[in-house]
């Protein structure tokens, strides 16, 4: 790497460093003070609120990552901008372009940890954090939450489960109501079991109804076999939120419950990449920024960083919520704060470099 590439990343990470810091433990005190009921009551032990704010960390640095790269790059850059390194650099002949060329290499660094830790870790983590609230809210004994709850699956199909075992993968007291033409069936089982393609029912009973309603046939059977094909942990994705899924879990439930699922998972499944490509975004509008806030200092940076963060998420609230009841496309919804972003840091970027005030050529 060329020395002067190191030498711009180096100034870009303390106050990228800080920033994470800063803004987790930002929201780790929001965190606490939401549970300070549970805390205070006891329902919530010193134990599991360590176990509840480690898997909480995932999700945390999947928000402070990009914010972070946003601070770093305006204060590292506006730092060599106010000792007129920038200035001397270009002298020795390197275009802005250039000079912000290791801040957007480490953005896309940041953007591919956020994307892998908001793949790959913060599902499973942010599942066992919403338990442990649950369960702090509602008691040891509150059931799994896609236990006693109908709900609807691929083939017009609605289900019943009382309990899940999820270690031995076995369902008791089970209902299944089959919306098939020309007769719709009704299926009761005392137990079951899943893989990914079949739920197997054992000591149950098959009801069919005529169009009035009243049962036509009846019979028991001592097992019987449904083709789902979908994984469990999928076939009970309309009993997870979108936070707890990876972006494969979102594809296959949009896939299996096509135009009759929440427009937010589609918003969901979007975001997991826009929140990721946030960062190059960031450091897109901040590296011109840098530029401009010579003159105030280090404060000066912050306080431009605080005003695009309140910007950015208001935009990407608003988006959210519009996106949500269909107004607008679920992929507009989640990229939305990225394009005007985008937009507005060529634009600024062009006017720093004077791409916008070149007057034309005239002639003698």
Excluded: C
Aim: hydrophobic residues 50%; without cysteine; proline residues 6%.
């Amino acid at each position: 790497m060329p020395i002067v590439d190191r030498y711009i990343i180096l100034e870009i990470l303390p106050p990228f460093l800080l920033g994470v810091g800063g803004f987790a433990v930002l929201l780790v005190g929001d965190i606490l003070y939401t549970l300070a009921e549970f805390i205070v009551s006891g329902r919530l032990t010193l134990q599991a609120l360590g176990r509840l704010l480690a898997y909480k960390l995932p999700a945390i640095m999947v928000i402070t990552f990009p914010v972070s790269t946003l601070l770093g790059v305006l204060l590292g850059l506006g730092r060599l901008a106010r000792d007129r390194e920038l200035q001397a650099m270009r002298l020795a002949g390197m275009s802005l372009g250039r000079l912000f060329a290791p801040a957007l290499v480490f953005a896309l660094g940041m953007a591919a940890v956020t994307f892998l830790t908001n793949e790959y870790f913060a599902p499973w983590a942010n599942h066992r954090a919403n338990t442990l609230i649950r369960r702090a809210a509602f008691g040891e004994a509150f059931p799994q939450v896609r236990e006693q709850v109908f709900f609807r699956a691929p083939g017009n199909r609605f289900f019943y489960v009382e309990r899940v075992d999820d270690d031995r993968r076995l369902l008791q007291n089970v209902m299944v109501y089959e919306v098939t033409p020309p007769l719709p069936r009704l299926i009761t089982a005392r137990e079951g079991r899943w893989d990914d393609r079949y739920w197997r029912l054992r000591d149950g009973v098959l009801r069919e109804f005529d169009s009035e309603g009243f049962t036509r046939y009846e019979a028991r059977f001592d097992e019987m076999r449904i083709l789902v094909n979908l994984p469990g942990g999928i076939f009970f994705a309309g009993q997870k939120t979108p936070d707890e899924m990876t972006a494969a879990e979102l594809r296959q439930y949009l896939a299996a419950f096509g135009r009759e699922a929440p427009p937010r998972f589609a918003i969901e499944l979007h975001r997991k990449f826009a929140i990721p490509a946030a960062s190059v975004v960031f450091a897109l509008v901040a590296a011109p920024l840098s530029l401009l806030a010579t003159q105030g200092g280090r404060f000066t940076g912050v306080g431009i960083s605080v005003v695009l963060l309140f910007l950015y998420y208001a935009v990407m609230s608003s988006a959210r919520a519009v996106g949500a009841v269909g107004a607008v496309s679920p992929m507009l919804a989640a990229w939305l704060p990225n394009l005007l972003f985008g937009v507005g840091g060529l634009v600024i970027w062009a006017r720093q470099d004077r791409w916008l005030h070149r007057a034309p050529a005239t002639s003698g």
